[in-house]
C-alpha cells in the first residue's frame, strides 16, 4: 500500500510542478509593465482556461497534501 501511494506521490507532484508553471506571472502582460492589474483578484477575473488551470491546482494541489497525510499515518 505505501509502495502505491508513493508512486501516486510522485506522479501527483510532477502533474502539479506542470500545473503550478503554466501559470502566468503576477505581472504577465502589458497591463503589468505599466502598473495596472490583468485581473480582478487572485481567482476572479481572466479567461475561463485561466480559472480552471486555477481549479485543476488546487484540486491536485489538496490531492498531494492528503496523500502525504495518508503516507505519514500508514508508514
Known amino acids: 500500500m505505501y509502495l502505491i501511494l508513493g508512486i501516486l506521490q510522485v506522479i501527483v507532484s510532477i502533474v502539479l510542478i506542470c500545473l503550478i508553471l503554466m501559470h502566468s506571472g503576477k505581472d504577465a502582460g502589458m497591463s503589468g509593465a505599466f502598473g495596472g492589474s490583468g485581473g ?36
Open 40 to 75: 480582478g483578484g487572485p481567482f476572479g477575473g481572466g479567461s475561463l482556461v485561466e480559472r480552471n488551470l486555477n481549479r485543476w491546482t488546487v484540486g491536485f494541489a489538496v490531492v498531494f497534501g492528503l496523500n502525504t497525510i495518508l503516507m505519514l499515518k500508514i508508514g
